[in-house]
């Protein structure tokens, strides 16, 4: 379970975290473990998903203000138009990150380690796609006592049913193709056909396409697939959901083992600041698998 497609941490903020998968472990053992690990990775961690205050994405010549009253940090949020109250200055050109804090610069590496603030208050950053195979930075100001953080309990899945986990032929694209998804801010996203999978759930034969990362076959460990199905809009995200598909050793694999029970949401059901791509590819069954929808009630 992650909070992220793992095909999306290579180029975004790894907030996924990876399942405790132990060989002894049984799959809805592993799912148990998963499903603590994602509720850890969205409210506890000190750089967890609902923490998060504000966000900026930057474009090569772009520069962004985190702006608000020095001493109301619960105040600050991002510009792009400079003023008399920023906080924070920082520039992106020719891939390289220029920062500046309280008028003094600041060395660009401490944005990926976490810049510090205030006590309570720092940034983290990472290179993301901010269009269609176009590289940009990602910055997100995190607050330790976001309330949404403090009141969340838990993300809320069916109950494990094995029958939802399937052995897959899979059929490798020769060609890696690049396939663009629009996102939930508005903007596209390039991710990489590597093949279908093709397996039988609840009867109905489904093709279902996954992507990678990368067109470098040594570099595809991960592969994701974006779907809706039958119950999307339903009591599961309206923008579909997602599921990983790895520990197939080299690329390309014969075979790959889907578990709709590790299905989960994109980052932006909970979360405004993330850019999520839209699933169009359609499984014709109710997947009554995987993370429901966390607006709706169970």
């Known amino acids: 379970m992650h909070a ?5 941490c290579a180029v975004g903020l790894a907030l996924g975290l990876q399942a405790s998968s132990a060989a002894a472990q049984t799959p809805e053992q592993v799912w148990k473990q998963a499903i603590a690990d994602q509720n850890q990775a969205y409210s506890r961690t000190p750089h967890a998903m609902l923490k998060i205050q504000d966000a900026v994405y930057l474009s090569n010549g772009e520069t962004a203000f985190l702006k608000g009253r020095r001493d109301q940090p619960a105040s600050w949020r991002w510009t792009k138009a400079r003023d008399a109250s920023n906080i924070l200055e920082i520039s992106l050109k020719d891939k390289k990150l220029s920062v500046l804090r309280f008028g003094k610069a600041v060395a660009p590496s401490t944005i990926q380690k976490g810049l510090s603030l205030t006590q309570d208050f720092d940034l983290v950053g990472q290179p993301t796609q901010v269009g269609a195979g176009i590289e940009g930075w990602r910055i997100f100001l995190f607050n330790q006592n976001m309330p949404a953080a403090k009141k969340f309990t838990s993300v809320s899945y069916f109950p494990y049913d094995p029958s939802f986990r399937v052995t897959a032929q899979f059929t490798a694209d020769p060609h890696l ?69 790895d520990g197939f050793g080299r690329f390309p694999p014969q075979k790959v ?35 429901r929808d966390p607006h709706a009630g169970h």
Do not use: W
């Open 4 to 8: 992220g497609p793992k095909i999306l």
């Open 177 to 245: 193709r690049p396939r663009v998804f629009r996102t939930s801010r508005g903007t596209d996203k390039q991710f990489f056909h590597a093949g279908d999978a093709r397996f039988t759930l609840k009867g109905k034969s489904v093709t279902l396409p996954l992507y990678a990362g990368s067109t470098n076959p040594s570099e595809i460990a991960p592969m994701s697939a974006f779907f809706t199905d039958g119950l999307t809009g339903k009591g599961t995200y309206g923008a579909g959901r997602y599921v990983d598909v």
């Open 257 to 291: 083992v889907i578990d709709f029970n590790m299905t989960y949401n994109p980052n932006c059901a909970l979360s405004p600041y993330f850019t999520c791509p839209v699933a169009v590819d359609a499984i014709p069954v109710a997947v009554a698998a995987g993370e």
